[in-house]
Antibody, heavy 119, light 110 residues
Framework: EVQVVESGGGLVQPGGSLRLSCAAS????????MSWVRQAPGKGLEWVSG????????YYADSVKGRFTISRDNSKNTLFLEMNSLRVEDTAVYYC????????????WGRGTLLTVSS | QTVVTQEPSISVSPGGTVTLTCGLT?????????PSWYQQTPGQAPRTLIY???TRSSGVPDRFSGSILEGKAALTITGAQADDECDYYC??????????FGGGTKLTVL
């Protein structure tokens, strides 16, 4: 089955760090760009970060630039999001999404993992 | 900074036709922004409906169609059904590997 499954969410204090993971299966992971998209409680979707299939190109939203780092391990079919200097406003469900860059859209979504930043 | 805009809420009668739009605070949307549309029911992950302006994703009924209308991307739902009632998001490619989502439209079928 073609799927992506996120993990690693939890409760973190402001200023803390956390790493999210996304395990991919059912497709050739290295052939696809991937992204993280988040959704704060009761709010809309926000693109956070993207990475090329080979991992050589990375992109970030201004809201997380300098604090978050996206990476991937193609040998383990896994995407990561390293989050530092976390803020209350980073509280959200974080979705892993497969990115079809030929048409710049997201064609496969995980179920998400919840990050709560609170003291 | 250019922001992607959507109607916050829209209502449609069962069986009716409704159009949701996706614009920019500065400038017009064209096919070069590769508009895509996503459907989301509460507590669920988004579902991809439309990509590349007007291409339906696999399994999406032809009641859903995409277009460019008067400088905005548009999602038209014909023959609205009760289970179409949920949130709809558009996304645009805004360059440099980045995407921007609209704030979402809550569709009510009543």
């Amino acid at each position: 089955e073609v799927q992506v499954v996120e993990s690693g969410g939890g409760l973190v204090q402001p200023g803390g760090s956390l790493r999210l993971s996304c395990a991919a299966s059912g497709f050739t992971f290295s052939n696809y760009a991937m992204s993280w998209v988040r959704q704060a409680p009761g709010k809309g979707l926000e693109w956070v970060s993207g990475i090329s299939g080979g991992g050589g190109a990375t992109y970030y939203a201004d809201s997380v630039k300098g604090r978050f780092t996206i990476s991937r391990d193609n040998s383990k079919n896994t995407l990561f999001l390293e989050m530092n200097s976390l803020r209350v406003e980073d509280t959200a469900v974080y979705y892993c999404a497969r990115n079809l860059i030929s048409y710049w859209y997201f064609d496969l979504w995980g179920r998400g993992t919840l990050l709560t930043v609170s003291s | 900074q250019t922001v992607v805009t959507q109607e916050p809420s829209i209502s449609v009668s069962p069986g009716g036709t409704v159009t949701l739009t996706c614009g920019l605070t500065s400038g017009s949307v064209s096919t070069y922004y590769y508009p895509s549309w996503y459907q989301q029911t509460p507590g669920q992950a988004p579902r991809t409906l439309i990509y590349n302006t007007n291409t339906r994703s696999s399994g999406v009924p032809d009641r859903f169609s995409g277009s460019i209308l008067e400088g905005k991307a548009a999602l038209t739902i014909t023959g609205a059904q009760a289970d179409d009632e949920c949130d709809y998001y558009c996304a645009l490619y805004v360059g440099s590997g980045s995407s921007g989502f609209g704030g979402g439209t809550k569709l009510t079928v009543l």
